[in-house]
T-cell receptor
Framework: QKEVEQDPGPLSVPEGAIVSLNCTYS??????FMWYRQYSRKGPELLMY????GNKEDGRFTAQVDKSSKYISLFIRDSQPSDSATYLC??????????FGGGTRLMVKP | NAGVMQNPRHLVRRRGQEARLRCSPM?????VYWYRQLPEEGLKFMVY????????ESGMPKERFSAEFPKEGPSILRIQQVVRGDSAAYFC??????????FGDGTRLSIL
């Protein structure tokens, strides 16, 4: 079993839709949860970072963590074609290595 | 641009040659991490370095791969005697020592 599981997609939605991206993890020692966005041929760009259960909002993005279920989510409101990218969840427990999910490819169609 | 800088962006080597990948961290960051992204796979941790020290190399292959982060200059990931399976995108990230890491745009290594 992988430490972090993520549906690879692709996920295709119309412009303006609410997008829900999810990851599950197996190690309850994980404490810090991040979402990265990666455009083709570019490096991952940090979108959201949280360390506690609950919701964290930043503009159109909301990160949600449920430690009891080992489940994390990223919601994107009013999705735009420019949101089309691969979204990676990343988790760590000691400030060292990040453990990544495999990424979900999102396509927002105009 | 004060972001993480990696060079070269693209590197082509023949089997058996050496590959050297360079990474300059963000200004003020003294922690460097290397990750590898194989085709159709996620990012996998390789090594974590601070200035002049390897902190965690648990993700590094045992042979042919080495990394350094000297007191002066960029961090270097070195792959000796490259093989076709080394073809991948190699990403460097840096941090101030906290949990958030910022990534460069990677070096895409192709082995002929």
């Amino acid at each position: 079993q992988k430490e972090v599981e993520q549906d690879p997609g692709p996920l295709s939605v119309p412009e303006g839709a609410i997008v829900s991206l999810n990851c599950t993890y197996s190690n309850s020692a994980f404490q810090y949860f991040m979402w990265y966005r990666q455009y083709s041929r570019k490096g991952p760009e940090l979108l959201m970072y949280t360390y506690s259960s609950g919701n964290k909002e930043d503009g159109r993005f909301t990160a949600q963590v449920d430690k009891s279920s080992k489940y994390i989510s990223l919601f994107i409101r009013d999705s735009q074609p420019s949101d089309s990218a691969t979204y990676l969840c990343a988790i760590n427990n000691a400030g060292n290595m990040l453990t990544f999910g495999g990424g979900t490819r999102l396509m927002v169609k105009p | 641009n004060a972001g993480v800088m990696q060079n070269p962006r693209h590197l082509v080597r023949r089997r058996g040659q050496e590959a050297r990948l360079r990474c300059s961290p963000m200004k003020g960051h003294s922690h460097v991490y290397w990750y590898r992204q194989l085709p159709e796979e996620g990012l996998k941790f390789m090594v974590y370095l601070q200035k002049e020290n390897i902190i965690d190399e648990s993700g590094m292959p045992k042979e042919r791969f080495s990394a350094e982060f000297p007191k002066e200059g960029p961090s270097i990931l070195r792959i000796q005697q490259v093989v076709r399976g080394d073809s991948a995108a190699y990403f460097c990230a840096s941090s101030q020592g906290g949990e958030t890491q910022h990534f460069g745009d990677g070096t895409r290594l192709s082995i002929l």
